[in-house]
């Protein structure tokens, strides 16, 4: 699931799950599952207010590569969810989960992702397959242009643009076996700067 991109969130965990559009964020449910979604997967998401301004909305828990390309979450045309899917089977996919994030008024859209592989290695694959699908012609067709950024703090993180500050911004890195991605809607210095706290947080908190 790059992030859902819609805001933030157009792809999925990395290519569906994305954040970077408003569409996606409004439009995108998830199961009300507050108290039954296991620790563990609370643990690695973004807790309410770690990207400041947003709260939890809601997540939602996915064990298989096909549920995970259809989830509501997931809005990606079938070709690309098929390239998705083919790449979680080869990876080993364990486990999925998108957390929506709720801006407090002032702030827009925003998510959460975590992917779980049966390797820090197939994880690192699946980064790899996430950033080079967002460069894709007909994903920033559809989403806007790619634009790299620095994620400082968190080795081998990519940080990207879609649609430059009225579109949304995504980073993802890998810790373990686990796959991250955190995104919003927006994209000035302020937006940018707020997501690097997030994901620096959410790093040193996962990294044990």
């Known amino acids: 699931m790059g992030l859902v991109a819609a805001v933030v969130l157009a792809g999925c965990?990395?290519?569906?799950?994305?954040?970077?559009?408003?569409?996606s964020v409004s439009t995108a449910s998830t199961k009300p599952a507050a108290t039954t979604v296991p620790s563990w997967v609370h643990d690695r998401l973004l807790s309410?207010?770690?990207?400041?301004?947003f709260t939890s909305g809601g997540v939602a828990v996915y064990t298989t590569a096909q549920e995970w390309v259809t989830s509501p979450n997931d809005q990606q045309p079938a070709a690309q969810?098929?390239?998705?899917k083919a790449m979680l089977t080869r990876e080993g996919f364990r486990?999925?989960?998108?957390?929506?994030?709720?801006?407090?008024?002032?702030?827009?859209?925003g998510l959460s992702v975590l992917e779980q592989f049966r390797s820090s290695t197939a994880a690192r694959g699946a980064l790899a397959y996430y950033v080079s699908n967002q460069k894709?012609?007909?994903?920033?067709?559809?989403?806007?242009?790619?634009?790299?950024?620095?994620v400082?703090?968190?080795?081998?993180?990519?940080?990207?643009?879609l649609g430059g500050a009225a579109g949304g911004i995504n980073i993802a890195?890998?810790?373990?076996?686990?796959?991250?991605l955190v995104g919003r809607e927006g994209g000035s210095p302020h937006d940018v700067a707020g997501l690097n706290a997030a994901a620096r947080h959410l790093y040193q908190r996962v990294r044990g």
């Open 173 to 180: 890195f890998t810790q373990g076996e686990y796959y991250y």
């Open 81 to 84: 969810a098929a390239a998705e």
């Open 136 to 150: 894709e012609p007909q994903v920033q067709s559809s989403d806007g242009t790619y634009a790299s950024f620095k």
């Open 95 to 109: 486990a999925g989960a998108v957390e929506n994030l709720t801006g407090d008024g002032t702030a827009d859209g």
């Open 13 to 23: 965990g990395g290519s569906s799950h994305k954040a970077s559009t408003t569409s």
């Open 152 to 161: 400082p703090g968190i080795p081998g993180a990519a940080g990207y643009s």
């Open 48 to 53: 309410s207010n770690e990207l400041v301004g």
